[in-house]
């Protein structure tokens, strides 16, 4: 299909194209703004230390960066998320915290992350920093080293991360193009009627001779001016004959 046939399915179809795109974009801002749920995220970074001592061979064999994996693994542990929901009272289980939660390994340095997202902002700030706390006071405990630390505790976030209104709306406006195009060349695709006459030189490739009009049915009201005329040719004729009993009679 070349691009002037593409460009003249595009204008027979554009205002559909145009209603569609605009009820996406509406929707998705206003479920944007009013119905979704702000989420907000606290991330607390921890720092690997690994030492170089007699006592602890195996940190001397690796690169703190090396370790940074297993630390991150360590931090969304069932053992880890256990303490902190006793420690802090939490309404939850581990289960359920574990879908709050997220350790990364920064790539290729010595430090991990731990973000906790969730409504509310003070408590994804106060559970980060528990999380961070209890992962450095289990890892140290288990390597007898100071082998983690908090270099950046999580602090109260004041911006939601989610949702993001405006790649929303712009993503409702591509799908919306996309989804209104897409109709557009299906409804052409499916009518093969001829309505014009360049539908007939178009596919039959052929001149138009002549156009034949709309005739209207014997049911249409008839012209304005025929009536007129019908109704003066009935005055005339009524002029013409005499009245009944108008002949005089003459002694």
């Known amino acids: 299909m070349e691009l002037i046939e593409l460009w003249r399915v595009v204008r027979k179809r554009l205002a559909m194209i145009v209603v569609i795109t605009v009820v996406a974009v509406f929707t998705a801002g206003i479920l944007s703004k009013f119905v979704l749920t702000k989420q907000y995220t606290s ?10 001592t007699a006592q602890n061979l195996i940190t001397t064999m690796v690169t703190g960066e090396s370790l940074v994996p297993t630390y991150a693994q360590v931090a969304t542990s069932n053992s880890v998320l256990s303490s902190v929901v006793r420690t802090e009272g939490l309404s939850l289980n581990a289960l359920e915290l574990s879908h709050h939660v997220v350790a990364t390994p920064v790539a290729n340095t010595d430090l991990v992350t731990i973000a906790v997202t969730s409504p509310n902002p003070a408590w994804s700030s106060r559970v980060a920093n528990a999380v961070a706390d209890t992962t450095v006071k289990n890892i140290n ?13 999580g602090t109260t976030p004041t911006l939601p991360v989610s949702p993001k209104t405006k790649t929303n709306v712009a993503i409702a406006l ?60 009935k005055g005339r004729d009524a002029r013409r004959r005499p009245a009944a009993g108008s002949g005089r009679v003459d002694s």
């Open 141 to 153: 405990k288990v390597t007898q080293q100071r082998d983690l630390e908090v270099v950046d505790p």
């Open 174 to 233: 591509v799908l919306g193009l996309m989804v209104g195009g897409g109709l557009a060349f299906l409804l052409e695709y499916l009518d093969d009627s001829l309505k014009t006459e360049d539908d007939v030189k178009r596919v039959l490739d052929l001149p138009v001779l002549t156009l034949v009009p709309n005739i209207p049915g014997p049911s249409a009201a008839p012209p304005a001016s025929n009536a007129r005329a019908r109704s003066s040719a």
């Open 43 to 52: 991330t607390a970074t921890l720092m690997v230390i690994p030492y170089n």
